[in-house]
């Protein structure tokens, strides 16, 4: 498959922000994230967009490279009907796409988190060979971009306690600076 070696910036057109924006819309009145003490819907809802953006920045970059992408879905299912299935398929590889704001790295520092508490648990941390790209929205520019980092396995990666002390428990985190200090990727 064709891929790439260091981060990539992609610019989103209109067509998909507003897709994005109206699914995190639709899907906040089916999603429960009370494990996660996560209440407000404000908050919800723009999670939700922004995943969708990294997912649309993912599936254009492979696009480029005369890839076969399948996905992003913006189909809003009941509870019960969610699953955990992977984002995007590239080439028929399935592809999990993890995003996080420009704004809230530099809060917090630039990390992804998977959902891992006793009562949600992210299959893919069970998936050593599953593939995941790690993207940043760039809300503190203008327009609509993200920065896309190479295809890593699961195995490749570094997990950490979240640094916020509230998600401790519920979710591992996976910061950029560890990897890079690691070798793993880079900036």
């Known amino acids: ?93 399935e592809v999990a796409v993890k995003t996080q704001r420009r704004s809230a790295a530099n809060r917090y520092g630039l990390s992804w988190t998977f959902q891992d508490s006793p009562e949600r648990r992210d299959p893919i941390l069970n998936s050593p060979d599953a593939w995941v790209c790690l993207v940043v929205y760039e809300d503190l520019k203008e327009g609509y971009k993200c920065v896309v980092y190479p295809l890593r396995k699961i195995k490749q990666l570094i997990f950490e306690a979240p640094r916020l002390s509230r998600l401790v428990g519920k979710k591992q985190a996976v910061y950029l600076e560890t990897l890079v200090k690691q070798g793993i990727m880079e900036l």
């Open 1 to 93: 498959m064709p891929t790439f070696q260091s981060p990539q910036t992609v610019h989103i057109p209109t067509d998909a922000v507003e897709r994005a924006r109206a699914f995190a819309v639709e899907v906040i009145g089916t999603v429960n994230y009370e494990d996660s003490r996560q209440s407000i819907q404000e908050k919800i809802r723009d999670d939700h967009f922004v995943s969708k953006l990294g997912e649309e920045a993912v599936r254009i970059l492979f696009e480029r490279r005369e890839c076969r992408v399948e996905g992003p879905d913006y189909g809003v299912y009941e509870a019960r009907r969610k699953s955990w299935a992977a984002d995007l398929k590239v080439n028929g590889l």
